[in-house]
């Protein structure tokens, strides 16, 4: 059986190209009636948001435009495992730090 997480993730690495190995553990509850946005985080390159590129620089745009359109927007932070945990954080701050606090680490199915 396939989770819908799991049918996303392949709609993303259809659309975008990108194969992103996620840390499998519990993810958190996500509510699927609320606005989302998605990060893909690759070992190298930008992050991916719906399938486009999102410069470093412009991601502080992006996030607080998510906040300004609606502020409970979630935060879906799904990283390859081969990325740094630093990376990982340091986008999460940056998300707090517009004030989007709803966040959640994507993770695969084990």
Do not use: C, W, Y
């Amino acid at each position: 059986k396939i989770t819908q997480q799991q049918q996303q993730q392949a709609e993303i690495e259809k659309r975008s190209g990108l194969r992103v190995n996620l840390p499998s553990g519990q993810a958190q509850e996500i509510d699927p009636s609320k606005a989302s946005l998605v990060l893909v985080i690759p070992i190298n390159g930008d992050v991916n948001v719906g399938g486009k590129n999102i410069p470093d620089g412009e991601l502080d745009n992006l996030l607080r435009a998510a906040f300004t359109r609606d502020k409970m927007t979630q935060v879906i932070i799904k990283a390859d495992k081969g990325v740094q945990h630093g990376r990982v954080v340091n986008i999460m701050e940056r998300a707090k730090g517009v004030g989007l606090t709803r966040l959640a680490i994507g993770t695969s199915g084990s």
